[in-house]
């Protein structure tokens, strides 16, 4: 049920659906849920032109709480639902809500083919390395040897790396945020947004019934400054307390190095997000803790033209001398008269 | 010297064109097919080809054959069996011979029937030296030499010039039965237009063959089918297929909607996305999908977004959609789902046909689900249906299942065109921007169907999804009583449908013994067979039900008025299952086959005479 049209310019609270939100209390998904509300009422886009569409899951419940068009689909299937509706309405801003288990297990097909295809739409996958709906089994993103209800002896299983996904797959935007940071977080929302095709943004988020800290090695208030680096595009990728670390290429890998503000970068590495080439922002994906800072921000934005974009074009040219009419389609090449 | 040849007339003939699967068997009938409807003959066909794309030559597996029944009557089947079988290999011949009538002509390709030929068809002896075909007449030709013969002064080599011979037995087919060439001329050279070379051997090789029927002292006389008396009309030759995606493309047109068809290839369902590929000047969107669970999840998508969402698939196809089947069932969007049924259980015999799925897509998702379910009967009923499963689809705001069948996707028959401008307008309206707060679970009192509600319109904000609706406001609710009234108001929508439907027509007498009760692609077989009975004065009744959920209001009445109901079905008895359900007390007796093969006339027929 929605109340009275609602005109620009818009608040936080224009976001808000009536639904009471049902996540457990102290949940990363409530950060994320109040980043999207803020960040959208500062755009000037009609209200009624965002969807929302999700899956099945504890983050999947998000369109029920945003004052909004949603669609709370089933398990994987978001990106389906999301390609078919922006292949028959290009002034939507749709943006699929899915997480480790939706998106990279059950999902996993679909997301690969919905990025490759260059679908225009925007795809939040939280990840908080756990299934939290089904109550804490382990889930495609869970660490080895990780113990939970349905891997008591710990898994057996590598886990997948969703940024690795992406860039296999050719997404044209690429961004890693976390819960904890709603300002960096509400960055690349916008950036997202404003990405024409694709965009793809992994949300570190934390479970805190099933998977507390899960993040916190990393992304905690203790270690955060030399355990994360945040990618500024055309800089050096800086971190550490003081600022005072980099990273350079050794060969194939990366390496740190000391750095001191306003030095010679000449033989660090510098951050390229434009790069056509998969290969740096693969690279990049390939950071991770413990043996090197992991990095945050886009680490892929590039231009291609969108599937939907595409497919619309081919109907133009094949309409250039008109649309067809129901007479040459239903007689077809060849009919013969029987009669008068 | 030429010999005198007679003429006679036939008012039925059925032929069957067999040989390996790169023989272009198919290619043959349909060129036969082409000039047949041109001639004003009515027709239907049924191709018959291997799952496997080029089977080991010369096996058995490899047979591709080509049936086609023309006659000066109107008919709706190929025919049970063949006057003439042409057979281009031994392995054509042993999978085909018995669809040869006894009597029958049986023409082979003496060429081809050498010692490994012979083995690789697991022939012990040659056919043609013994006492195999003692009952019918056998015409041996040597098709490879004389169609190496009549090219050899042309530039093609080898393998090509092997391959123009299914033309020479077209040619002597046309002689036969007294056909014109002119058709298949122009049809080579549109088809080579860019080898010069190609066009002037095909053709060379098609008259050679029509030459050597007229001098060869074995066929002694031309047999000539007069046109058949079909009804006014322009008419054009259609397959079930076709006919499925024109009918879609058509209904999205008079609804003034994009049809978005998502869809992923399988048997016998693909050529629906061939056809609709092409047809981007109608503004069609196709979208080949990952896989058969993202083409029906982004035509939902597509039908969210206020336009005409479709899927295409086959029986297991239909088994992966069901959870997003049921996804629109409870959001209550407009979807059509086409199911060309193949021959299963499970991947089964993929270009087989049968009526296997009934139930499936009746009954077989997680919990109380209906949908409505429509079948078209021949090929071209294909168009009117389509129309029907898009009006019903928007209307109700319902999935709708429109359940075809491998045999009637590939057959073809004519099709009287229908006149363009009486094609009905598919009326929708959308909700716009109201005073009042929007009830996206709202419906309509007449259809009950709630409001279809596109994002984008200002004010219409909602969301939907597949846990359990609250009434009127679409919330997610978990109240028990709340839950039962919806899936009652779930049932009695689809149930209303019934008020919106012809009702079923009886063919022959109003009440008597016995009715046969068919669905689907049987109409032809059960119409043949009863109208062959009906001439020999036997008294039977014929009903086809083209909707199957909801049925016709008066199908309760129509069986009260019979003794005995005859329900043939290629399946272990699907039809009948539901039928007993809703009409206990009520004599029905099945007819089942399930071997992946349409009913013959004769099977009908014998049925039903051992019930009378
Ligand atoms: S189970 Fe975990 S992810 Fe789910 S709502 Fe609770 S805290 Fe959030």
Redesign the pocket.
């Given at each position: 049920m929605s109340e009275a049209v609602l005109k620009l310019p818009y608040t936080k609270e224009d976001f808000v659906s009536g639904q009471e939100v049902r996540?457990?209390p102290?949940?990363?998904?409530y950060s994320i849920l109040a980043t999207m509300q803020r960040t959208l009422s500062k755009f000037d886009l009609p209200i009624e032109k965002y969807v929302f569409v999700s899956g099945i899951g504890?983050?999947s419940r998000f369109p029920y709480y945003m004052n909004t068009y949603g669609f709370h689909t089933i398990h994987g299937r978001a990106p389906t639902i999301a390609t078919g509706l922006r292949c028959v309405n290009p002034e939507l801003s749709i943006w699929v809500i899915t997480g480790d288990g939706d998106g990279l297990s059950i999902g996993g097909n679909h997301l690969i083919h919905c990025m490759r295809r260059n679908v225009d739409i925007n795809i939040l996958l939280v990840n908080?390395r756990i299934y939290?709906?089904t109550k804490g089994q382990y889930s495609p993103t869970s660490e080895k040897g990780k113990i939970t209800k349905s891997s008591p002896y710990g898994t057996i299983e590598q886990p997948i790396n969703a940024l690795c996904v992406a860039i296999a797959s050719e997404a044209t935007f690429i961004a890693r945020t976390l819960d904890t940071d709603p300002t960096h977080m509400s960055y690349i929302l916008e950036r997202a947004a404003k990405h024409k095709g694709v965009s793809f943004v992994e949300i570190y988020?934390n479970?805190?019934?099933?998977n507390d800290k899960a993040f916190v090695p990393v992304t905690g208030r203790e270690t955060r400054e030399d355990r994360m680096v945040y990618l500024k595009d055309g800089q050096p990728l800086v971190f550490g307390k003081k600022k005072d670390k980099a990273i350079r290429l050794k060969g194939l890998y990366p390496e740190e190095v000391n750095y001191t503000a306003g030095g010679d970068t000449k033989d660090l590495l510098i951050h390229n997000e434009k790069d056509e080439n998969p290969h740096y922002a693969y690279f990049l994906t390939q950071m991770e803790h413990p043996e090197m800072p992991v990095p945050f921000g886009v680490f892929r934005a590039i231009e291609k033209p969108t599937y939907d974009e595409m497919l619309d074009e081919q109907i133009r040219q094949a309409q250039v001398k008109g649309k067809g009419d129901l007479k040459s389609l239903i007689y077809g090449p060849n009919t013969w008269k029987v009669g008068s | 010297m030429v010999a005198v040849k007679s003429k006679t007339s036939a008012n039925t003939i059925t032929i069957r064109f067999a040989g390996d699967s790169g023989d272009g068997m198919q290619l043959t009938g349909d060129q036969f097919t082409d000039t047949t409807a041109v001639m004003g003959n009515d027709f239907a066909t049924f191709p018959d080809y291997p799952a496997e794309i080029r089977a080991p030559q010369g096996t058995l597996p490899g047979v591709s054959s080509f049936q086609i029944q023309f006659s000066d009557n109107i008919i709706f089947t190929p025919g049970d069996q063949a006057d003439v079988l042409v057979a281009m290999n031994p392995a054509a011949l042993k999978v085909n011979l018995k669809t040869v009538k006894k009597g029958g002509l049986i023409i082979v390709n003496e060429n081809s029937f050498g010692e490994d030929h012979l083995k690789k068809a697991a022939w012990k002896t040659n056919p043609l030296a013994d006492n195999t075909l003692k009952d019918f007449q056998v015409l041996k030709v040597a098709l490879t030499d004389l169609t190496r013969n009549a090219l050899k002064d042309h530039p093609l080599k080898g393998q090509e010039v092997d391959r123009c011979k299914n033309f020479f037995a077209l040619g002597m087919m046309f002689w036969m039965y007294d056909r014109r060439f002119e058709h298949t001329v122009a049809w080579i050279e549109k088809r080579f237009a860019k080898r010069p070379e190609m066009v002037a051997a095909n053709i060379a090789t098609l008259k050679a063959g029509f030459n050597f029927a007229d001098i060869t002292e074995t066929l002694q006389t031309q047999i000539h089918v007069p046109k058949a008396q079909l009804e006014p009309g322009v008419y054009r030759k259609i397959t079930g297929n076709e006919a499925t995606a024109i009918g879609f493309v058509t209904a999205a047109q008079l609804a003034g909607k994009t049809l978005f068809y998502g869809s992923y290839p399988i048997t016998p369902a693909s050529s629906i996305l061939h056809e609709l590929a092409k047809h981007k000047v109608y503004g069609v969107k196709t979208f080949q999908a990952e896989d058969e669970i993202a083409a029906i999840g982004a035509a939902i998508g597509a039908s969210f977004g206020g336009q005409l969402g479709i899927t295409g698939t086959s029986g297991p196809g239909v088994c992966l959609k069901s959870e997003a089947l049921n996804l629109a069932v409870m959001t209550e969007l407009p979807l059509v789902v086409i199911d060309v049924q193949r021959a299963g259980p499970s991947t089964g015999m993929p270009t087989k046909t049968e009526q296997g799925d009934l139930l499936q897509v009746m009954y077989g998702r997680n919990g109380d689900s209906p949908v409505a379910v429509i079948a078209p009967k021949t090929p071209s009923d294909c168009f009117q249906m389509a129309l029907e499963a898009v009006r019903l689809a928007v209307k109700y705001m319902t999935p709708v299942i429109f359940l075809s069948e491998g045999y009637l996707a590939e057959a073809a028959e004519p099709w009287k065109l229908p006149e363009i401008e009486k094609l009905p307008k598919i009326e929708i309206r959308h909700p716009k921007e109201e005073k009042d707060p929007f009830l996206p679970y709202s419906r309509n009192p007449e259809t009950l169907a709630r409001p279809w509600a596109v994002p984008g319109t200002p004010g219409l904000g909602h969301r939907i999804g597949g846990l359990s609706k609250a009434d009127l406001t679409g919330n997610v609710s978990y109240d028990p009583d709340n839950n039962q009234k919806m899936i009652l108001l779930r049932r009695e929508k689809v149930a209303k449908i019934a008020n919106d439907i012809p009702d079923l027509t009886v063919e022959g007498p109003g009440s008597g013994k016995l009715l046969v009760l068919g669905w689907g692609g049987t109409f032809g077989a059960i119409y043949q067979a009863i109208s062959d009975l009906t001439q020999e004065g036997v008294k039977v009744s014929h009903a086809h039900l083209n909707y199957l959920n909801p049925f016709p209001k008066n199908l309760k009445n129509v069986l009260s008025r019979f003794e005995k109901i005859l329900v043939p079905e290629l399946n272990m008895g699907q039809l009948i299952m539901i039928l007993r359900d809703h009409f206990p007390g009520v004599n029905f007796l099945g007819l089942n086959k399930m071997q992946g093969h349409p009913f013959s006339v004769f099977e009908m027929k014998n049925k039903i005479r051992e019930l009378l």
């Open positions: 996540w457990c102290g949940c990363g998904d504890c983050s908080n939290g709906l988020q479970c805190l019934i099933f | -």
